[in-house]
């Protein structure tokens, strides 16, 4: 048990492009989530997984953020159209079921200049 | 819906001194609750978690944190504080939702940043 992965690290894109970020879960675990943190605050939910059925999106998703997660296994959160207001830690997080702890990654970073 | 309220921004503190960081949270029913460190540049790490039962927790560290229903509070405490506890400190409740009952998630505080002096 290797923890939650997140790749890349930091991504720098500039506006316009796309990007897409990954995250590989706990392996037992069925519940995957997507956060997003800015500056001085801390982290509002985006989206999550059962499996690989997507249940809930935040409003915060725009129809420019995309997430999957095929096989139930790792996911991916792809932003089309990069803005700058996109700049923030995106952090993946899983867990055994709902209401069981979220395990945290160490998040991407992005920054759109 | 669920919100959290961290009153205090920005705490320094000696080190060996105490520390409490409040936390405030709104909710209908019992809530699952949480406290996260978050070192920069790093992910969450769960310091402690109340479900149900004790309401006194215990988590690592040497930190605790206690629920109180009638306050809607549940402060983080720890004796003794060292330099290496230089954080964020972030608390969460997790609540259901709509969707059947089976959407479930974290809703956090904005955190509140803990510098600790020599």
């Known amino acids: 048990d290797t923890g939650v992965s997140q790749d890349p690290r930091h991504k720098i894109t500039k506006r316009g492009q796309n990007v897409t970020f990954r995250c590989d879960p706990i392996?037992?675990?069925?519940?995957l989530y997507w956060y997003r943190q800015t500056l001085g605050q801390g982290p509002e939910f985006l989206t999550y997984?059962?499996?690989?059925?997507?249940?809930?999106k935040s409003r915060l998703l725009s129809d420019r953020f995309s997430a999957e997660r095929p096989k139930g296994s790792f996911s991916t959160l792809e932003i089309q159209r990069t803005e700058q207001g996109d700049s923030a830690m995106y952090l993946c997080?899983?867990?055994?079921?709902?209401?069981?702890?979220?395990?945290f990654g160490a998040g991407t970073r992005l920054s759109v200049l | 819906a669920q919100s959290v309220t961290q009153p205090d921004i920005h705490i320094t503190v000696s080190e060996g001194a105490s520390l409490e960081l409040r936390c405030n949270y709104s909710?209908?029913?019992?809530?699952?609750l949480f406290w996260y460190v978050q070192s920069p540049g790093q992910g969450l790490q769960l310091l402690l978690k109340?479900?149900?039962?004790?309401?006194l927790v215990q988590g690592i560290k040497g930190f605790e944190a206690e629920f109180k229903r009638s306050q809607s509070s549940f402060n983080l405490r720890k004796p003794s504080v060292h330099w290496s506890d230089a954080a964020e400190y972030f608390c969460?409740?997790?609540?259901?939702?709509?969707?059947?009952?089976?959407?479930?998630?974290?809703?956090f505080g904005k955190g509140t940043l803990l510098t600790v002096n020599p």
């Open positions: 997080a899983s867990s055994l079921g709902p209401g069981n702890i979220q395990y």
């Open positions: 969460a409740v997790g609540a259901y939702g709509g969707g059947g009952g089976s959407n479930y998630k974290l809703t």
């Open positions: 909710y209908g029913a019992t809530p699952y």
């Open positions: 997984f059962q499996n690989e059925a997507q249940l809930e």
């Open positions: 392996s037992e675990h069925n519940r």
């Open positions: 109340y479900f149900s039962g004790d309401t």
